[in-house]
C-alpha cells in the first residue's frame, strides 16, 4: 500500500510496460526493433523505470527529447543506444553528447560539421542519425537538401550515420481522410529517400513511426518504430477501430481527506459552479490542479470506487477536490478512490480526460506533478 503521509499518488505498473513492449515488438515482427520512447520523465511514469522494463520487455533503443534526458539515463548506468530527439545547437551541447554516448539528432549539415569537429578532436566516432522534414514542418532537413546532405556525411569521416528518420504529422488522426492523405504523402517521400540509399539502404536504420503509425499500418515499420503513448498502454485513435491489448500502466489514486452532509441548495468548491439538488454526501479528496489533475475538467470527470463511478462536483482547485458520494454509503475517511486507471473490472482512460478536457492523452500522462508520488506496484 502507499505511503499513508500521502493524500494522493502514483501507481506505476512496470510489467504492464514490459507487456506492452513485448507486445509491440510481436506487432512489428523480427526485421524490426522497438525504440521505447522515455522522455518527459517516461511520459509521467518515471523515465528509468519505463527503461527498465521496456529493455526487459525487448526494445533495442531508447528515445528522450533532451540531452539532460539521456545523460540521467546513462548515469543510472543504461548502456543501450539512446537517441536524443530534440535539436541541440552548441558545440559544448554536442561534446556532452559525444561524451555520454548519445546519438544526436541532426537535421543541417551545421550541426553535421560541429559533430565532426568534435569527433576529431575527441578521436572518436560520432554516431548520430539524420531527421528529414517529410511534412511534420519542425525539425528535419529539407527533402531537397536530403541527398546532398547523406552524401556529405559520408565525408565525414569520424561521423558515424546510424539512423535516417522522419515523423508522422497526423497518423494519429485516423484511418480516412487528410489523415490517410498526410501519411500517405510522407511515406511516399520517406520512401524517395530510402531508395535514394538502395542497395541495403547502406546499412542505416530507416524510421518513421510513431505508435500511431505503428498501430494503424505496417507498412510503416521499416527498420524501427519509435513508440511512447502505446508502451503506456495508450492507444492514440479516438475510434477503437482496431484492438490492442496494451495495458495501462499508470493509475491515479487519492484518499478521502473530509466527509459531510448537507441539504440541498447548497454551493459547493469556488464559483458555487456546482449547487446540490437533494440532501448530499459530499467527500473531499486531496488532489487537485497542483498535483496536474486539469482544472478544465471540474465537474466533468467521476471516480472508482468499489466499482462505482462516483461523480466530481463543483471547481476542482489547487490541492483538493469535491466527490459527491451520496450514494455511496460504505466510503469512509482514508478511502482510496481511483482518477484514472483501473479498479477492479471498470477503468478511467487519460483518453476520456483529455476529450473531456480538450487536448490529447499524451498531455494528461505528462501533466502529473512530482508532488504526487509514484510508488512501483
Ligand atoms: C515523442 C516522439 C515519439 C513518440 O510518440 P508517441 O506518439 O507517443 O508514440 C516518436 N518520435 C518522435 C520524434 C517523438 O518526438
Same mark, same amino acid.
Given at each position: 500500500?502507499?505511503?499513508?503521509?500521502?493524500?494522493?499518488?502514483?501507481?506505476?505498473?512496470?510489467?504492464?510496460?514490459?507487456?506492452?513492449?513485448?507486445?509491440?515488438?510481436?506487432?512489428?515482427?523480427?526485421?524490426?526493433?522497438?525504440?521505447?520512447?522515455?522522455?518527459?520523465?517516461?511520459?509521467?511514469?518515471?523515465?528509468?523505470?519505463?527503461?527498465?522494463?521496456?529493455?526487459?520487455?525487448?526494445?533495442?533503443?531508447?528515445?528522450?527529447?533532451?540531452?539532460?534526458?539521456?545523460?540521467?539515463?546513462?548515469?543510472?548506468?543504461?548502456?543501450?543506444?539512446?537517441?536524443?530527439?530534440?535539436?541541440?545547437?552548441?558545440?559544448?551541447?554536442?561534446?556532452?553528447?559525444?561524451?555520454?554516448?548519445?546519438?544526436?539528432?541532426?537535421?543541417? /549539415?551545421?550541426?553535421?560539421?560541429?559533430?565532426?569537429?568534435?569527433?576529431?578532436?575527441?578521436?572518436?566516432?560520432? /554516431?548520430?542519425?539524420?531527421?528529414?522534414?517529410?511534412?511534420?514542418?519542425?525539425?528535419?532537413?529539407?527533402?531537397?537538401?536530403?541527398?546532398?546532405?547523406?552524401?556529405?556525411?559520408?565525408?565525414? /569521416?569520424?561521423?558515424?550515420?546510424?539512423?535516417?528518420?522522419?515523423?508522422?504529422?497526423?497518423?494519429?488522426?485516423?484511418?480516412?481522410?487528410?489523415?490517410?492523405?498526410?501519411?500517405?504523402?510522407?511515406?511516399?517521400?520517406?520512401?524517395?529517400?530510402?531508395?535514394?540509399?538502395?542497395?541495403?539502404?547502406?546499412?542505416?536504420?530507416?524510421?518513421?513511426?510513431?505508435?500511431?503509425?505503428?498501430?494503424?499500418?505496417?507498412?510503416?515499420?521499416?527498420?524501427?518504430?519509435?513508440?511512447?503513448?502505446?508502451?503506456?498502454?495508450?492507444?492514440?485513435?479516438?475510434?477503437?477501430?482496431?484492438?490492442?491489448?496494451?495495458?495501462?500502466?499508470?493509475?491515479?489514486?487519492?484518499?478521502?481527506?473530509?466527509?459531510?452532509? *448537507?441539504?440541498?441548495?447548497?454551493?459547493?468548491? @469556488?464559483?458555487?459552479?456546482?449547487?446540490?439538488?437533494?440532501?448530499?454526501?459530499?467527500?473531499?479528496?486531496?488532489?487537485? @490542479?497542483?498535483?496536474? *489533475?486539469? %482544472?478544465?475538467?471540474?465537474?466533468?470527470?467521476?471516480?472508482?470506487?468499489?466499482?462505482?463511478?462516483?461523480?466530481?462536483?463543483?471547481?476542482?482547485?489547487?490541492?483538493?477536490? *469535491?466527490?459527491?458520494?451520496?450514494?455511496?454509503?460504505?466510503?469512509?475517511?482514508?478511502?482510496?478512490?481511483?482518477?484514472?486507471?483501473?479498479?477492479?473490472?471498470?477503468?478511467?482512460?487519460? /483518453?476520456?480526460?483529455?476529450?473531456?478536457?480538450?487536448?490529447?492523452?499524451?498531455?494528461?500522462?505528462?501533466?502529473?506533478?512530482? %508532488?504526487?508520488? %509514484?510508488?512501483?506496484?
Amino acid at each position: 500500500m502507499a505511503d499513508p503521509r500521502q493524500r494522493a499518488w502514483i501507481e506505476v505498473n512496470p510489467s504492464a510496460i514490459e507487456s506492452n513492449a513485448r507486445t509491440l515488438i510481436g506487432l512489428i515482427g523480427e526485421n524490426c526493433l522497438l525504440m521505447a520512447v522515455v522522455k518527459a520523465d517516461g511520459y509521467g511514469h518515471g523515465a528509468e523505470t519505463v527503461a527498465r522494463a521496456a529493455l526487459k520487455g525487448g526494445a533495442h533503443t531508447l528515445g528522450v527529447a533532451t540531452l539532460l534526458e539521456g545523460i540521467e539515463l546513462r548515469q543510472k548506468g543504461f548502456v543501450c543506444p539512446i537517441l536524443i530527439l530534440g535539436n541541440l545547437i552548441d558545440l559544448e551541447e554536442l561534446r556532452e553528447c559525444l561524451y555520454w554516448d548519445l546519438m544526436p539528432t541532426i537535421s543541417s /549539415k551545421r550541426e553535421a560539421s560541429l559533430c565532426q569537429q568534435l569527433a576529431k578532436e575527441c578521436d572518436r566516432k560520432f /554516431k548520430l542519425q539524420l531527421k528529414l522534414d517529410t511534412g511534420m514542418t519542425r525539425l528535419g532537413c529539407d527533402l531537397l537538401e536530403a541527398e546532398n546532405l547523406i552524401t556529405e556525411l559520408k565525408e565525414f /569521416k569520424d561521423i558515424v550515420l546510424v539512423g535516417i528518420y522522419s515523423h508522422l504529422a497526423l497518423a494519429d488522426g485516423g484511418f480516412e481522410g487528410l489523415s490517410a492523405t498526410v501519411t500517405q504523402k510522407q511515406q511516399k517521400r520517406f520512401e524517395k529517400v530510402l531508395k535514394t540509399c538502395l542497395p541495403n539502404r547502406e546499412n542505416y536504420c530507416f524510421h518513421l513511426a510513431n505508435s500511431a503509425g505503428t498501430l494503424r499500418d505496417s507498412n510503416l515499420h521499416y527498420d524501427m518504430v519509435r513508440v511512447g503513448l502505446a508502451l503506456y498502454g495508450c492507444s492514440p485513435f479516438t475510434h477503437l477501430t482496431r484492438e490492442f491489448s496494451l495495458e495501462p500502466a499508470l493509475a491515479v489514486k487519492a484518499r478521502v481527506t473530509f466527509l459531510r452532509e *448537507v441539504p440541498a441548495g447548497v454551493g459547493v468548491s @469556488y464559483g458555487h459552479s456546482f449547487v446540490t439538488k437533494r440532501p448530499t454526501r459530499l467527500a473531499v479528496i486531496g488532489i487537485g @490542479y497542483a498535483d496536474g *489533475v486539469s %482544472r478544465a475538467l471540474s465537474g466533468k470527470i467521476s471516480v472508482l470506487y468499489m466499482n462505482n463511478f462516483l461523480p466530481q462536483v463543483g471547481s476542482i482547485t489547487m490541492d483538493q477536490m *469535491v466527490i459527491d458520494v451520496t450514494d455511496q454509503v460504505d466510503i469512509g475517511l482514508g478511502s482510496v478512490v481511483t482518477l484514472l486507471g483501473a479498479d477492479k473490472n471498470k477503468s478511467i482512460s487519460p /483518453k476520456s480526460w483529455s476529450d473531456l478536457a480538450g487536448t490529447i492523452p499524451w498531455e494528461i500522462l505528462c501533466s502529473f506533478k512530482n %508532488r504526487l508520488p %509514484r510508488v512501483l506496484v
